[in-house]
């Protein structure tokens, strides 16, 4: 075949008949790997020729924010997901190629940042295809993230908007709408060890004609998942929302012209492409950098390392993640590159520069590295039903580095925030409710994660999710309404569990939850940050703490309340593990990553949102916040003296200045004392390889060569740049091997 | 003129080298590694995140497992002020996290005037999720 030589014009042929006879449309890397603007069109080139009144552009785009507000209301007041209700949602407008423009101002950027990899899947693909085609009054859902997406459990709809029969622009909504037919319930299996058990994969497809949904693939999709009157209802719900986003839209268009509402699009995404070049160009030049290490892979403890460097040059500034660990062949702790850089889009408008329009123009200039096939850039068959693991971590990695490389600029534009708790601490649920309907779905706790401390301030405590700015952390009574989910505690804060610093980290609160009336439930928890604490402190302020997920089980709680109502004083996680007050309880401590299991009626899970990273060195906090600290009762006294060397009356915590000031300066003599020079330090310190006994994925001290160390099976060096992944056991199959070599040294090797 | 690099940290652009924002102490040369001019001490993470749960009966207790993690303190070795707390595996060589370009930042600052307090930036973050909750509150999801 080498020797034939083909004719320019079989060429084509053969390029044509390639093109038409496709066997399978996946998820397409040339839309996939991009994040960057689309060129102009030549409709908007001649929209923007004749010169709009950016007076009227500005006029324009207030509109446009207020029907993506209105289209948010909507889906938030009339959504029946439990996300929905809580604020886990956005609506979003497109420009006609599919470059996300707009979205609701208080919408979850991260969604609307991946919709435009669908959209641009449906413009390359579904246009032109006579089978498909894209006509007004069409729809199109959307749930599998690898063609866009943050995860499987979050739905999309979007609509192409055409006006005099031209198509004009694009109209999303979309919703974390839990459930979605997985191995687990509730949308989030962290079982999942390929992308078949993730449950429904939707690559974009027509699912309305003529404004109407088809019944026929409603039907399909409700035998999908275990909540079918979800599924309609929702669809049904960002359908209209979507619909009514394109009615204003027309409105618009029919008060400004056509051309005027596609230049607002489009110079809307433009500037704030040339604001962010005009900031990054503000930064001094240089590189600084970051390590994040997460923990677990949900299903046994493993470290995995993040490297993030971000180089600054002129107007440019590029994220090098190389060096980061090899993805999971069979982990759902994976994610795609796409999500991974909706998620930094994400991130940097959170805790960078949130006056910057939400608009994925914000990353457009933004140049990303990574290796292929690893936690953060995973392709092909590789589970990632869980990818809020490196995607929680893509939010914050911004905080270290860039407030290290803005820290000099001399107009700051937003405060500077230590890193907020990135963990996913809320409860995943599923079973049979006492209504007798089959559901699964998750808690709005995601949504109390504790702010890091800012440079003049404490963090607030369980402000936001890592993702958005605006959500409701939940309504318990509805929830135990509509499940058989029992709160025995909740939104008290987690005393002692605290990022110190000059100023602390907002903290989160224990969440104390049983089952009642079902018979058929259980729950799940998706967390990292049980051995290797998750959110970093900043100058010198410390990470928050470990989290463990503890278990009361064996006892039926409702029942030791009957027979004696004062056996519970209060439900406090540190004094129900440590006073074991009902008897007969099996009491555990465990990893934060739990797969689903069965909660018996009154048996007893508890867990905590996390604090924020602290601010600055301990021993500059003002006494008298250590002392507030004490009187809401948010630490200990021990802690006061231990980590603050604050000296105060006990009884009416009056601080003794003048001793606090000997105590710290005593101990800042303590540290010269106690600290090593750091070449010597390094010397004794550094190792070469990583520890034999710790299960270990990432580089080591060169970021091109990546280790997968995993005691009693592997220990290999690869160059980054030709990582395949690493294979798990089953981490039933290796506590059978532990517990038959136990058996066997018991039994003097007598097998 | 010198020009502030966090909060604990500056650089003499005409001496070119890092320099204490606490006690002014000479840390080192402005194109190396800071860290180079400072005390470290190997935290055990126990001592900082102490065990919540009694450790007789678990074994997770809120603490960190310092098998896995250990807590490297900067310490300047002039006043003892502590200015980074760094997270790692045990063994993991230390991060060379600020590495700039002297002669830009020189270039960057010749027309700028001297900084000495850092800058306060509103709190927008913040002002956000407030906003949010207050259209929340306003659409009838009131909270006891």
Not at chain 1, 337 to 360: E, R, Y
Not at chain 1, 691 to 706: A, R
């Amino acid at each position: 075949m080498d020797d034939v030589k083909l004719s320019a014009e079989d060429k084509a042929l053969l390029d044509q008949f390639l093109a038409e006879h496709r066997l399978f449309l996946g998820p397409d890397p040339e839309i996939m790997r991009n994040h960057t603007l689309t060129e102009r069109s030549q409709m908007e080139q001649a929209a923007i020729a004749k010169n709009p009144d950016p007076h009227q552009i500005h006029h324009i785009r207030g509109l446009i924010n207020a029907a993506l507000s209105e289209g948010f209301q909507m889906v938030n007041q009339m959504g029946a997901a439990p996300g929905a209700k809580w604020g886990d949602l956005v609506t979003g407008v497109y420009t006609a190629q599919g470059d996300l423009a707009m979205i609701a101002p208080h919408g979850i950027i991260a969604f609307a940042a991946c919709c435009f990899y669908p959209i641009r899947f449906i413009i390359k693909y579904w246009v032109d295809d006579p089978t498909v085609g894209v006509r007004d009054g069409d729809g199109f859902i959307h749930n599998d993230a690898r063609y866009g997406g943050i995860h499987n459990t979050d739905q999309s709809m979007m609509l192409p908007l055409f006006y005099k029969g031209e198509l004009v622009c694009w109209v999303s909504s979309t919703v974390h709408e839990g459930e979605n037919g997985a191995c687990e319930p509730g949308g989030l299996p962290a079982a999942a060890e390929s992308k078949y058990d993730e449950g429904i994969k939707m690559s974009p497809f027509k699912v309305v004609e003529n404004f109407q949904l088809k019944r026929d693939l409603v039907t399909f999709l409700q035998n999908s998942v275990r909540d079918p009157k979800l599924q309609l209802e929702d669809m049904k719900v960002k359908l209209h929302a979507a619909m009514r986003l394109r009615e204003r839209m027309i409105s618009i268009i029919e008060q400004f012209g056509k051309d005027a509402f596609v230049a607002t699009l489009r110079m809307h995404l433009e500037d704030t492409e040339t604001e962010m070049r005009r900031r990054i160009k503000e930064l001094p030049d240089g590189t600084t950098r970051v390590l994040q290490f997460m923990d677990s892979s949900l299903r046994e403890n493993v470290l995995q390392k993040i490297s993030l460097a971000i180089h600054k040059k002129g107007d440019r500034l590029i994220m090098d993640f190389r060096g980061t660990a090899p993805q999971f062949m069979n982990r759902s702790v994976n994610t795609n590159i796409a999500s991974f850089k909706a998620a930094l889009c994400t991130g940097l408008l959170q805790n960078v520069w949130p006056d910057l329009p939400h608009t994925m123009a914000v990353l457009s200039p933004i140049e990303v590295i990574t290796d292929r096939n690893t936690i953060i850039d995973a392709e092909g068959e590789m589970p990632q039903a869980m990818s809020l693991m490196p995607l929680f971590k893509a939010c914050v990695c911004w905080t270290i580095p860039m407030n290290k490389l803005n820290y000099s600029v001399p107009h700051r534009y937003s405060a500077i925030i230590a890193s907020q708790y990135d963990q996913a601490a809320t409860f995943i649920y599923g079973g049979i409710t006492q209504h007798g309907d089959a559901t699964g779905n998750f808690c709005g706790d995601i949504n109390g994660n504790g702010q890091g401390a800012r440079s003049h301030a404490d963090g607030e405590h369980s402000i936001s999710p890592v993702f958005g700015f605006m959500c409701d952390s939940g309504e318990h009574e509805i929830n135990e309404e509509d499940t058989p989910i029992i709160r025995l505690g909740a939104q008290r804060l987690a005393k002692d569990r605290i990022g110190f610093g000059k100023y602390r980290g907002g903290m989160g609160y224990e969440q104390i939850a049983t089952a009642r009336g079902s018979g058929m439930w259980g729950f799940m928890t998706g967390c990292e940050g049980s051995k290797f604490p998750s959110a970093q402190g900043l100058f010198g302020g410390y990470s928050c703490p470990s989290y463990q997920l503890m278990k009361i089980k064996g006892i039926n709680i409702f029942e030791e309340l009957d027979k004696n109502p004062k056996v519970v004083e209060e439900f406090d996680i540190v004094r129900l593990m440590n006073e074991r007050p009902i008897p007969g309880g099996k009491y555990s401590s465990n990893d934060m990553g739990m797969t689903f299991e069965l909660c018996n009626d009154g048996e007893i899970y508890m867990i905590c949102q996390g604090s924020g990273g602290g601010y600055g060195d301990v021993l500059e906090r003002d006494p008298e916040l250590v002392m507030k600290d004490l009187r809401e009762d948010l630490m200990s006294h021990d802690n006061a003296w231990d980590i603050y060397r604050v000296v105060y009356d006990r009884e009416n915590l009056i601080v003794d200045v003048e001793a606090t000031e000997k105590a710290r300066a005593e101990e800042r003599k303590a540290r010269i004392q106690r600290g090593k020079p750091f070449e010597a330090f390094c010397k004794d310190w550094v190792t070469p390889e990583p520890p034999t006994d710790v299960p270990y994925l990432g580089s080591w001290d060169d970021n091109t060569e990546t280790w997968a160390s995993i005691p009693g099976m592997m220990r290999v060096k690869t160059p980054s740049d030709q990582i395949q992944g690493v294979f798990m056991p089953n981490p039933k199959d290796v506590r059978i091997a532990q517990l038959e070599a136990e058996l066997e040294a018991c039994r003097g090797g007598k097998g | 003129m010198k020009v502030l690099i966090t909060e604990y940290l500056r650089i003499d652009l005409d001496s070119e080298k890092w320099e204490c924002r606490r006690c002014s102490h000479e840390i080192g040369p402005a194109r190396e590694n800071y860290k180079r001019g400072l005390l470290v001490h190997d935290r055990d993470p126990r001592e900082i995140h102490k065990p919540l749960l009694d450790t007789r009966l678990y074994e997770r207790t809120y603490s960190p497992d310092p098998k896995w993690c250990r807590i490297l303190e900067y310490y300047c070795p002039n006043c003892g002020t502590m200015f980074e707390a760094e997270y790692l595996p045990p063994g993991h060589p230390p991060l060379h996290d600020i590495e700039l370009d002297i002669d830009a930042l020189k270039a960057q600052w010749k027309d700028r005037q001297e900084i000495t307090e850092s800058p306060m930036g509103p709190d927008l973050a913040l002002a956000k999720v407030k906003a949010g909750r207050a259209l929340h509150a306003h659409a009838g999801h009131k909270h006891g």
